[in-house]
């Protein structure tokens, strides 16, 4: 199983950015996707989940500044992050949970918050 996130980059205070990430196709049903964070010298911490059924999760700090959104019949989840802050700075794991399998994480995306 392979993870392929992509949409991190360079933005300014207040901006807005976009993440996915596609689950390679596998016979495994999904039961949560989302992403986590890890500033340089912090540990990884969660952003935003979402399970198969769309319940969601986030961080108490992204809280009405992320949306966190998922396919499941495209095996693909999604972030988008507005008005962010110079702390968001991290790079941003896709993470999924298969039924039967277990927990799998992308590369990792790099998201810059800076002017």
């Known amino acids: 199983v392979q993870l392929q996130a992509s949409g991190g980059g360079l933005v300014q205070p207040g901006g807005s950015l976009g993440l996915s990430c596609a689950i390679s196709r596998n016979s495994r049903r999904i039961v949560v996707m989302g992403w986590y964070r890890q500033a340089p010298g912090q540990q990884r911490e969660m952003v935003a989940l979402?399970?198969?059924?769309?319940?969601?999760d986030y961080a108490d700090s992204v809280k009405g500044r992320f949306t966190i959104s998922g396919d499941n019949a495209k095996m693909t989840v999604y972030l988008r992050m507005n008005t962010l802050k110079p702390e968001d700075t991290a790079v941003y794991y896709c993470?999924?949970?298969?039924?039967?399998?277990?927990?799998?994480w992308g590369q990792g995306t790099l998201v810059t918050v800076s002017s």
């Open positions: 993470y999924t949970n298969l039924e039967g399998s277990g927990n799998y």
């Open positions: 979402i399970t198969s059924g769309g319940s969601t």
